[in-house]
């Protein structure tokens, strides 16, 4: 039987000391159920989050999100599952029957990327 499947991804700043996840700071939302095309989300409050400098990497990197999770999900959910460096970092992935009740919260407000 299939699996959901979920990533998520938190914004890291250059001089962050923090060692912590931050949900707060989660930019971006991978998720595949069953059934459904996999979609890349992204935090409406993004903006805020990110460093001014990071704008155009973030606006460069939603559009090639975007384009890959319909050429290869597989692929992208596999390396977004990795990222451990960076101004973007794996905050968690993993799969189920069911998508977590807190990222389902996400999903709702976040929008398609």
């Not at 923090?18 to 991978?30: M, S």
């Amino acid at each position: 039987m299939a699996q959901a499947r979920y990533c998520a991804l938190e914004y890291r700043s250059p001089d962050s000391d923090c060692a912590l996840p931050e949900p707060g700071k989660i930019v971006i939302l991978l998720l595949a159920v069953p059934g459904k095309p996999p979609l890349v989300l992204v935090n409406p409050q993004w903006r805020r989050i990110c460093r001014p400098a990071d704008h155009a990497y973030f606006e460069e990197l939603f559009r090639d999100f975007a384009e890959r999770v319909r050429v290869d999900a597989e692929a992208l959910f596999a390396q977004a599952s990795e990222l451990s460096v960076g101004p973007l970092i794996t905050h968690c992935a993993g799969g189920g029957p069911e998508i977590p009740r807190w990222l389902r919260d996400l999903r709702d407000r976040f929008m398609a990327g």
